[in-house]
């Protein structure tokens, strides 16, 4: 079982700033790297972020340049800065983590990391104009 627990959402100004978390906990060897999505009101989930573990980032278009990802693999916690925030970016954001699919895992331990529940709850970020 793995438990992706996000924090850090909430209220801000538009041009404001909010860093989310997602500590990860179980069976954290299951997971290699991890994404960010958001979801906002009507519309379908979108990937914001990812994060390796070795620590190459990618981005939306729509968040490069004011959104930051980062990973602290000791503590199992992914970040994820938001800056210059725009009233577009309200949404629910969810942390994923992906499972792991190397074949040096073996087949036993990669049929139980790929048949988890790898996503967090998400936490809402609402931006006010």
């Known amino acids: 079982q793995v438990l992706l627990a996000e924090s850090g959402g909430g209220l801000v100004q538009a041009g404001g700033t909010l860093r989310l978390s997602c500590a990860a906990s179980?069976?954290?060897?299951?997971?290699?790297?991890f994404a960010w999505f958001r979801q906002a009101p009507g519309k379908e989930r979108e990937l914001v972020a990812n994060?390796?573990?070795?620590?190459?980032?990618y981005y939306a278009d729509s968040v490069k340049g004011r959104f930051t990802i980062s990973r602290d693999n000791a503590a199992n916690t992914v970040y994820l800065e938001l800056s210059s925030l725009e009233p577009e970016d309200t949404a629910v954001y969810y942390c994923?983590?992906?499972?792991?699919?190397?074949?040096?895992?073996?087949?036993?331990?990669?049929?139980?990391?790929?048949?988890?529940?790898?996503w967090g709850q998400g936490t809402p970020v609402t931006v006010s104009s």
């Open positions: 179980g069976d954290t060897l299951c997971l290699s790297s």
């Open positions: 994923y983590g992906h499972p792991h699919k190397g074949a040096d895992y073996g087949p036993v331990l990669l049929e139980h990391c790929n048949s988890l529940d790898t």
């Open positions: 994060i390796t573990r070795g620590g190459a980032a």
